[in-house]
């Protein structure tokens, strides 16, 4: 499968702790960083993986940090979200089987063996229904599909958990999406508002599956650099008590 990280983001919320370096490098232990963490769980889970990594800000930093993956540069980070770093990597989203990430998710073992590295014949997104209240960007669902998500949402059934896993059908659609979207001067949007475009211009059929049982964060705050530490140091000392 190909795997698509999107790390190009200056991480501002977290400022000033992310000036010097990107949030994706913030370091769960010695030697493991919050992107290095997540490429190598792809890799044990899936032998064959195409890992493409595109980067903005700090771009050189994180080329240090990894080893055989491939790298795009948006260069246009600084006035531009997610959806123009996309584009920059829009030629990977032919594969047969495309897994989008957001750079700064931290997901324990499990969840990345079980979801994250699993293909898919559908077009679907992880979500945590067990956040209801402060979430970031959020959802709403009928049935098994996503009827929204947004950041506007002021009552949601879940929460949006940064992961987003296309078929070959799904991911040639979305990149004449994103196309249309940067060719009409988009540039600032979040690449999933690309999937909600979809939704409710093209009848497009988004599913998701539910993270809720799993332990999982995005890091965007202080309290959520502690979670993600707590996460893989849990993991790594069980990892360890049982060699």
């Not at 600032?188 to 964060?217: G, S």
Request: hydrophobic fraction near 40%; charged fraction near 25%.
């Amino acid at each position: 499968m190909t795997y698509i990280i999107l790390v190009a983001g200056k991480g501002t919320r977290l400022h000033p702790l992310t000036l010097n370096y990107p949030k994706s490098l913030y370091r769960l232990d010695r030697n493991t960083t919050v992107l290095k963490r997540m490429v190598q769980l792809i890799r044990k889970y899936d032998e064959k993986a195409v890992v493409v990594v595109v980067t903005g800000f700090l771009s050189d930093t994180i080329k240090k940090e990894l080893e055989g993956v491939i790298f795009i540069h948006n260069p246009f980070y600084e006035v531009t979200n997610s959806i123009a770093s996309l584009w920059f990597a829009k030629e990977y989203l032919n594969s047969s089987n495309v897994t989008i990430i957001n750079g700064d998710i931290v997901m324990e073992e499990k969840l990345v063996e079980s979801i994250v590295c699993k293909k898919t014949d559908i077009p679907k997104v992880c979500i945590d229904s067990s956040i209801k209240n402060n979430g970031d960007y959020n959802v709403e669902v009928k049935g098994d599909k996503i009827l929204v998500m947004s950041k506007e949402l002021d009552q949601y059934y879940g929460e949006y958990a940064g992961v987003t896993k296309l078929d070959s059908i799904s991911s040639g659609k979305l990149k004449e999406c994103i196309i249309e979207m940067i060719n009409m001067g988009m540039y600032d949007q979040w690449y999933e508002n690309a999937l909600v475009q979809m939704i409710f211009n093209d009848d497009f059929e988004l599913y998701y599956v539910d993270i809720k049982d799993y332990r999982w964060t995005e890091v965007d705050c202080v309290n959520d650099m502690l979670l993600a530490k707590h996460i893989h140091m849990e993991e790594h000392l069980y990892d360890t008590s049982h060699e």
